[in-house]
């Protein structure tokens, strides 16, 4: 079972920033897909933004331009640093995982953080 450790919510005014993070327990031979989703309330689950083993970066419409995600392969951590951050992007944000590998025994199977909660007020 992958560990997920998310951490960097928090309550800020629009227009602040924030930075998550999220690390996962090391596993031998595996590399790791990553990527933020967020719930608001009342909402369902939207993806948010991903980074793949390779590098390879994905964002929503919603938060490309603001919001940059990155990686620490060494620390199996991801990061998502959010800028000019409004009251729409209040939300409970979760982290996933799917760890990759040939030999990697967690392969394929996503592991979710339980969530860090981020509140943008007016």
């Known amino acids: 079972q992958v560990q997920l450790v998310e951490s960097g919510g928090g309550s800020v005014q629009a227009g602040g920033s924030l930075r998550l993070s999220c690390t996962a327990s090391e596993y031998t031979y595996c590399s790791y897909d990553m990527s933020w989703y967020r719930r608001a309330p009342g909402k369902e689950r939207e993806f948010v933004s991903a980074?793949?083993?390779?590098?390879?970066?994905m964002y929503a419409g919603s938060v490309k331009g603001r919001f940059t995600i990155s990686q620490d392969n060494a620390k199996n951590t991801v990061y998502q640093k959010m800028n000019s951050l409004k009251p729409v992007d209040t939300a409970m944000y979760y982290c996933?995982?799917?760890?990759?590998?040939?030999?990697?025994?967690?392969?394929?199977?996503?592991?979710w953080g339980k969530g860090t909660l981020v509140t943008i007020s007016s």
């Open positions: 996933k995982v799917r760890p990759t590998g040939l030999y990697c025994k967690y392969s394929g199977m996503d592991y």
């Open positions: 980074i793949e083993s390779d590098g390879t970066k």
